[in-house]
């Protein structure tokens, strides 16, 4: 397979997608695919994790570093860069084997013709280095000014978040430090520059930035090369400090950049090892979907033990840099199958955020945790109350996301109760795990509501995943993963090992008997005389109009479909996968001719405004055996990063970037989907339904500590040991 992705030529249009397409990341940080000289304007970004800042009443969102690879180049006193000056020939790529950016543009000037060139990654196997190789080649004698350096001038949406960047250089290394408007947390970047010809070098420094001007005048034809080698570290990193980034540089720098790549590269073959996927007879398919699993990897906390992952990955501030339901329903099975260190730290972040959901719950008068609809530290909410900005007004417009998406504390359940079974690791429970499954339990108790006239409990007021119709009653989704929540709680309290642990807090024969009551008396919309379920109490009244009716009433093209008063909110139209999940997530307790009659209900009413709807489509059509129907919602899942079309804009509101729960949905429906895999109780079994084209795939896949080799052809599957997965958590 080719692991190459690329771009022939400059298209200013494309710089926005680029940057994401083009991605490098490992886990700590991601480098946008954009070119060196690139200015804010042009989204540059070295996204950091897990680290934020507020100014004033702006959004709070993730940090960008200092931009330490900022370099450009000026031939005989005159600046040649993009997006400025129009190149003659352009090419970019992404090594996506080995998460390895490069570029090669050429510019005319006066005299000839003069190319750069780029390479660069941020190291895998150290993840606060970044290595870079920029080169210059003239087929004239240029006189050529190399500017490289620190550009603080960083690409923020509700920036700056400096309020004061300090430059210097010390011993051949520069270095800036930034300290941040809310916190004064720091964030401190430094470089150092090996050239192998001989020049002139002097520091020029401006208000944010500081920067090396290397002259020289260039041979006919010959390449002048500089390799720069970067550390990024913040307050928030305890173990790191000046000494140990400048010995970091130190040893990079002898090294040199080849030594880095390599052990670079040798840390990706190690991930792919274990994660890559082989699709025989679909090229394409394969391609996509390793792609997808590239960006998993690149934005994989591996280097934390209590992390998760942003809905954009690394990939800049939108959606603020927060964590979702993304993670636990759409990524968190990748990482499960492939290493489950990761899903253990991704759970542990929700589990060690359960302070912050249960203030949450407080302040909207419920009892147990209610998590953050979008999760930054410490379980802050970062979700405003104001979510889009209404095209025709510019005013902000009240979204409900953040007070009534109830279903995020399943999902953290839904996540740690799955972690549990698939590692068979207790200790997640047991460090927390037990008490958040609880008080999740505790949340939706208090949710409850009961007629008079009746016994079955109802929860009202609630946005369940199709976000267009809000404030509505019994969401089918969010009524059945509370149910979900309830069993869960039941069951572990129910252990007399988890019993013991906890007794002393809980009341915990009451509480069995209350989440049991609740389980079994929980309203559940049943299949009506056509078998369809319906999505919330009213919705079989509202207007059937198609999606193209209802996109036709839109007055302007970036206009919110939902809220009161969107163009949806009164029609069937929905944004995603909403009982359609729940089928997906429950199959067992319907009629396979139910699943079939709904998914073929749902779908054509299902607008897919979210990049997280057709994975749940793809795998509830190989579960009604619909292989070829699932086949073009997995191509759009694995290829939602690839491909031209994903929505840029809410309202106003920039929402580009990657989409990190549809390459996980497109794993999922590959393994789980097309190959049928399941291991819950701690066996490897499959029931493969392989599209048209497949003959076989073959991946690896863990569980209870133990590796298997998987191949499924269209003659059968054939599961092999390979030995014990290495942890530090099993
Ligand atoms: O979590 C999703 C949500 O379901 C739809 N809007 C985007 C969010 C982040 O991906």
Redesign the pocket.
């Known amino acids: 397979m080719n692991w190459v992705i690329q771009e022939n030529k400059f298209c200013e249009e494309q710089i926005s997608r680029m940057g994401n397409r083009m991605l490098c990341g490992n886990g700590y940080l991601g480098i946008r695919g954009t070119q060196e000289e690139y200015r804010k304007e042009q989204m540059p970004a070295i996204n950091l994790a897990g680290i934020y800042d507020q100014v004033g009443s702006g959004w709070r969102e993730p940090l960008n570093a200092p931009n330490v690879l900022y370099t450009y180049i000026a031939v005989d006193g005159k600046k040649y860069a993009l997006p400025e000056t129009e190149p003659l020939k352009h090419r970019m790529e992404l090594d996506f084997r080995h998460g390895i950016f490069s570029r090669e543009t050429s510019f005319r000037t006066d005299r000839g013709i003069v190319t750069v060139r780029s390479e660069r990654f941020a190291c895998k196997d150290e993840v606060h280095r970044i290595a870079m190789r920029y080169s210059v080649t003239a087929d004239f004698h240029a006189e050529i000014e190399l500017y490289t350096g620190i550009d603080g001038d960083v690409w923020d949406i509700h920036g700056p978040h400096y309020d004061t960047l300090v430059s210097c250089e010390e011993q051949g290394v520069i270095r800036m430090q930034g300290v941040t408007h809310e916190k004064g947390d720091t964030v401190d970047v430094l470089e150092t520059v090996a050239a192998d010809f001989p020049c002139e070098q002097h520091l020029v420094t401006g208000e944010k930035e500081i920067l090396r001007r290397i002259a020289f005048v260039t041979e006919i034809g010959r390449s002048y090369c500089i390799e720069k080698t970067a550390v990024v570290f913040t307050s928030k990193d305890r173990d790191w400090d000046l000494q140990r980034a400048h010995g970091t540089l130190r040893e990079a720098k002898a090294a040199g950049y080849d030594a880095l790549k390599e052990m670079h590269c040798r840390k990706w073959e190690e991930k792919w090892a274990v994660s890559e996927v082989e699709i025989d007879g679909d090229e394409e398919a394969m391609k996509s979907l390793n792609y997808s699993i590239y960006h998993l990897l690149s934005i994989a906390p591996t280097h934390a033990a209590n992390m998760s992952i942003p809905?954009r990955g690394l990939s800049g501030q939108t959606?603020k840099g927060a964590v979702?339901?993304?993670t636990e329903m759409f990524m968190l099975d990748f990482f499960l199958f492939t290493d489950p260190d990761v899903a253990r730290s991704l759970m542990k972040y929700r589990v060690d955020t359960l302070g912050g959901a249960m203030e949450k719950a407080v302040f909207y008068g419920y009892e147990g945790a209610f998590y953050a609809w979008e999760s930054q530290e410490g379980g802050f909410d970062a979700c405003s109350d104001y979510n889009v900005t209404d095209v025709f007004t510019g005013r902000p417009q009240r979204t409900y996301f953040k007070d009534k998406q109830y279903h995020i504390s399943a999902a953290v359940v839904y996540g740690i109760m799955r972690y549990t079974q698939i590692t068979g690791d207790q200790s997640l429970l047991q460090e927390g795990g037990l008490k958040t499954v609880i008080e999740c339990a505790n949340f939706y108790y208090s949710l409850l509501l009961k007629r008079a006239v009746g016994d079955c409990y109802e929860i009202w007021d609630v946005i369940g995943?199709d976000?267009y119709h809000e404030r509505v009653n019994n969401n089918a989704y969010t009524n059945r993963m509370a149910k979900f929540v309830f069993q869960s709680a039941a069951e572990l309290l129910k252990n007399p090992e988890w019993k013991a642990r906890i007794e002393q807090e809980y009341p915990v024969d009451e509480l069995v008997r209350r989440f049991e009551d609740a389980a079994a008396h929980i309203y559940l919309p049943k299949p009506d005389k056509d078998g369809i379920i319906e999505q919330f109490d009213g919705y079989s009244h509202l207007e059937d109009a198609s999606i193209d009716e209802v996109r036709g009433r839109l007055l302007h093209e970036k206009e919110y479909w939902g809220g009161a008063y969107g163009v949806a909110a009164e029609t069937k139209v929905i944004k995603?996968a909403d009982v359609v999940t729940m089928l997906n997530l429950f199959p067992e307790e319907y009629e396979p001719e139910i699943l079939k009659k709904n998914w073929e209900y749902y779908e054509p009413r299902t607008e897919h405004g979210?990049s997280?709807s057709s994975c749940m489509y793809a795998m509830l059509a190989c579960k009604c055996n619909m292989p070829r129907k699932a086949y073009p919602f997995f191509m759009n899942s694995a290829s939602a990063d690839l491909k031209d079309g994903g929505r840029e804009w809410a309202g106003l509101v920039y929402i580009g970037g990657t989409h990190p729960?549809a390459a996980g949905g497109a794993y999922m429906t590959a393994i789980e989907g097309f190959g049928g895999v399941s291991a819950q109780d701690g066996t490897v079994r499959t029931a493969a339904v392989l599209p048209e084209g497949w003959n076989r795939m073959k991946f690896h896949i863990c569980c209870r500590n133990i590796r298997y080799a998987v191949e499924i052809g269209r003659q059968g599957t054939n599961i092999m040991e390979e030995g014990n997965v290495h942890s530090d958590a099993l």
Do not use: H, I
Request: glycine share 0%; hydrophobic share 45%; charged share 20%.
């Open positions: 809905a959606y979702f339901w993304d995943p976000e995603q979210s997280l729960a």
